[in-house]
């Protein structure tokens, strides 16, 4: 069976850092097409390799293409894409898929993905998750026709690469619609105000809430002042996606095993636990600097309002 040729991009409702592209403005290069969102976990660790790539091998015919498919709704917000454009120092094309016109052209499944396009607008390979960096390359000088070393790559911070060997906690959603081992004692009320608490003990891998909040099927929402969230997981590095959910600053407070996190913050916090949502993005809260083991964190948030839309750990 044939191999698929390039989609055309124009699905796409905006674009940053480029006029509108399609197939034939791409033909006689080398395209590699990023899905992406700009709060997963594992785009953001892909990234700084992809931004590699495109500068190593611009002058070789390569031209890479970002797609933002958005996952959750406040990542339609284009002002919120292109401040994380401008946070990773992106200067590729980058498609605003709000639409998911581009992603259905694709029969796209999947944060990240990769799709590696020839010469002639044919799809030569694809990769779906983070990961497979060296091999990826290796496609790439095949396809451009060069042949030299790696280019070096070190994620720092949040896109430093996952601890695998101890990573024992899922992507954890807080909306009932994927939400999963919710233990606060009364359950979920669905779309309206409740009074939640913890349990007494929490199992590993399940969280809950404190306080007011309204639980909606992809996000929690802060009523009132005080309200928090806690989460049990084994793992190096804990986040969490939050959006202010207005104009102004939310401050908040993380306490590891209830106490401050000391060494083992996360780059959004500082040592006593203290940190602000300021955009719509993934915030790490906790990165564990001696043994890995169960850890309870819980956030505290000054403010209502806020947003909090799912774990991810690392």
Known sequence: MASPHLPRL??????????????????????????????????????????????AYRDDGLVVVGVHTPEFSVEHDVDQVRRAVAARDIDYPVAIDNAYGVWNAFDNQYWPALYF????????????????????????????????????VRGLGVEAEADWSHLRTPETYLGYARGEHFASPDG????????????????????????????????AVLDRAGGSVVVRFHARDAHLVLSPGGPGPVPFRVLLDGEPPGPSHGVDVDEDGFGVVEDARLYQLVRQWD??????????FREPGVEAYAFTFG
């Open 291 to 300: 043994t890995i083991r169960d850890r309870t964190v819980e956030i505290t």
């Open 188 to 219: 979920v009320a669905f779309d309206e105000e409740a009074t939640y608490a913890p349990p007494d003990e929490l199992p590993r891998n399940h969280w809950a809430l404190a306080g007011d909040w309204t639980i909606g099927a992809e996000r």
């Open 117 to 152: 396009v020839d010469t002639d607008g044919v799809i030569r390979d694809q990769h779906f998750g983070e990961g497979r960096y060296d091999e990826s390359e290796r496609v790439l000088q095949r396809l451009l026709g060069v042949d030299r070393e790696p280019v070096p």
């Open 10 to 55: 124009d699905g796409a409702t905006g674009w940053l850092n480029s006029a509108p592209l399609d197939p034939a403005d791409l033909r006689g290069s080398v395209v590699l097409v990023n899905f992406w969102t700009l709060t997963c976990i594992n785009w953001l660790r892909q990234e700084p390799y992809v931004r590699a790539w495109s500068r």
